[in-house]
């Protein structure tokens, strides 16, 4: 029983939260947004009398126990924080639609074995602090706490010391005993297909670099082409062999997301650019030549124009397929909503890919308008919304009766 | 007799305003590090009884009247403004040449039949408020003062909201008999000759375009190659249909200076690219094969990545070749200091492209260690300074004989 008037209503107070108009809404991990979703959350979780923890990276939990007490609850969730200008579904779907199955348990005074849990894990989207899915890392022990709570963003503040100011820095442990994660898929193959649900086997391996390349800022017009040492040109450059190198491994994506250009003037030969590196592949083996590939194309570019160049990692979270039962579950609880079902990988990271690596985890999809997403423009229809949310109820419950 | 001491004082002092350790020194045009540069030379003339005449566009004038009184000064001068992280030199050195030709001349109490001048010309440099050389436009007739007021910045603020907010929008009136700018040559020929004295010939055609790329901003893991329109990616093939255009027509430069990549966040495919093309020419036919051929490399890269494309010409400053007597003359002036002298065509813009088609012009180079310029580095020794200002108090004192 899915209160959904309920739930609707809390998608479209979420998305509120960092929003101005026409430019979507931004709440970048550890935020003052990002803490007034935490906040928000919190609340809806007191109201539901779910028990509250919080981790020491800051992942959020509101627990419905079971008969068998607390312990390794099957988890639904995702996350609260936000890319630049960016719809209001990414993350808050999943957080809101488990938080709405919980809800419907709750009142309708259901009685399950396992206990249930709603998770918001923390910078997911890795926009401020490298590197994304850091909360699932940190829960998963992939990724030391330290390390993690030691990251900064590009103004030198710490996700520790963020994580702090926003009251979120807690000390308790949740272990989840099964996850599932509902998402929007973010891309077009739902649409594509006709599909209303996705049962998701896996998620593609992701890698980034931060990177610099520094040239000579120089005088547009006196400079002759070749003794310039143009930092964008690197960068364009690049761009092109980027997208070659796309070409070439199958089923691959690679991106330059965030381009900073230097000293940034009309009459100036650009002396640095800052920029970032996205590369990503579902087959081990293309990801692993993907990886192998950028450093070397990097290299190459500045080599051209005579740059200097500076690379640092930032994320390298490898291909995962989910298992067999968990897919196989998602499948059946799908096929009770619709027969319009595809199984596919995800294109984007997702908590549930370090999830994986602690407990049976799968995904839930649901269809993206166009394939928009990471954009104000990001949009699904409330019947598809709902359905989704449907499929996770009947998942969830399975999965605590178990 | 040139106070040498004095000269470079000054220059040391003019290069503190608006500096920041290891990042030279930024005075945009109109700005307040702008304004104290203008205060400052202010008292400069002053101290030295110059007559101080302000325009409607506020350059800047200092006369000292000559025996047949103030009229048609013999002018020598070029601007304050500067890049963003600019050397002390660009500008400030040809309106310190023409202060410390001018101090000599009064403190020796030599009697010149024609009135000297020295001007500070507003908005040489382009970078703030277009067009470059927006001061000795308005005073050459070639760009409408209200239209010069009305030009905006990137924040929306007006030129002449600026001039009247520094108080240095002026009612005076004066017209130039004869124009010399001393400049470094911002480029590495004269170096490369081994010269130490450039007798500029002509200054090369600069055509500017403010340019927006729109495409979509999507999901940098869920979005495939071949359904983006990554408005980054449009930019990045221009930078190389440019510089593949700047080979195929001899002699000429192209740049993207300015490049602004949104919404800037490392998965997400970039939706919007703001930047700016600089290209330029000295042949007038090459000039005019440029101004053709972007707009085509604008539309064409913008079509291969399905992006809208706006562009604005900010800036179209003709090829001009100064007066064989004036070239000439400066000639001579410079062979009265060293034999090392090379004929040459500036790269950059200076404000002699606009004054020329008022009264006769001509240009001194003196070299740039490396080439360098608009940047931090830019550097000339004080001996090339110091004989390029003794090349221009010849000039000015033969023309003011005349
Ligand atoms: N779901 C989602 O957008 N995650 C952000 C991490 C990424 O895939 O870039
Ligand atoms: N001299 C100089 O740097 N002028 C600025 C205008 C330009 O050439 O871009």
Not at 172 to 181: I, M, S
Not at 253 to 282: C, H, K, M, S, Y
Not at 309 to 325: G, H, K, N, S, T
Not at 346 to 366: E, K, N, R, W, Y
Request: aromatic share 4%; hydrophobic share 40%.
């Amino acid at each position: 029983v899915l209160d959904e008037g309920r739930f609707l209503a809390d998608l479209e107070e979420l998305g509120g939260i960092g929003a101005a108009p026409g430019e979507g809404r931004t709440r970048l991990a550890l935020s003052d947004e990002d803490g007034e979703a935490r906040r928000w959350l919190v609340r809806r979780m007191e109201e539901l009398g779910l028990e509250i923890r919080v981790d020491g990276i800051g992942n959020l939990f509101g627990i419905l126990p079971g008969e068998e007490g607390t312990e390794a609850p099957v988890t639904a969730g995702s996350h609260l924080d936000t890319v630049i200008r960016a719809g209001a579904l990414d993350g808050a779907y999943g957080v809101l639609g488990a938080l709405a199955v919980l809800r419907g348990v709750r009142e309708s005074g259901t009685r399950l074995r396992r206990a249930l849990a709603v998770a918001a894990f923390t910078n997911e989207e890795g926009v401020r602090f490298q590197p994304d899915m850091m909360g699932s890392l940190v829960l998963s022990g992939r990724l030391p706490l330290e390390e993690a709570l030691a990251a900064r963003d590009r103004e030198g503040l710490r996700a520790g010391e963020e994580l702090e100011r926003l009251g979120f820095r807690g000390t308790d442990r949740v272990t989840p005993g099964a996850y599932l994660e509902l998402h929007i898929e973010q891309g077009p193959r739902l649409e594509d297909a006709g599909a209303r649900i996705g049962v998701v086997e896996g998620i593609q391996g992701i890698a980034w670099w931060g990177c610099t390349y520094r040239g000579q800022a120089n005088h547009a017009g006196t400079t002759p082409m070749d003794r310039r040492r143009d930092a964008f040109a690197g960068v364009a450059d690049l761009s092109r062999s980027l997208r070659e190198l796309a070409a070439r491994v199958p089923s691959s994506v690679a991106t330059l997301g965030r381009v900073e250009v230097r000293p940034g003037a009309i009459n100036v030969v650009p002396g640095r650019v800052d920029f970032t590196v996205d590369v990503r592949a579902e087959a081990p083996e293309s990801f692993g030549r993907l990886k192998e590939e950028v450093p070397r194309l990097l290299r190459e570019a500045a080599g051209r124009h005579a740059l200097e160049l500076e690379a640092e990692a930032l994320a390298d979270a490898p291909p995962v397929r989910f298992p067999r039962e968990m897919t196989d579950l998602v499948d059946s609880c799908a096929r009770g909503e619709t027969d319009r079902v595809l199984r596919l990988a995800s294109g984007a990271g997702h908590d549930a890919q370090f999830l994986h690596f602690l407990c049976p985890t799968a995904m839930i999809f649901v269809p993206s308008r166009g394939g928009l997403s990471h954009c104000p423009e990001e949009h699904t229809e409330a019947a598809d919304l709902l359905r989704g949310v449907r499929v996770l109820a009947r998942g969830l419950i399975a999965l605590a009766q178990r």
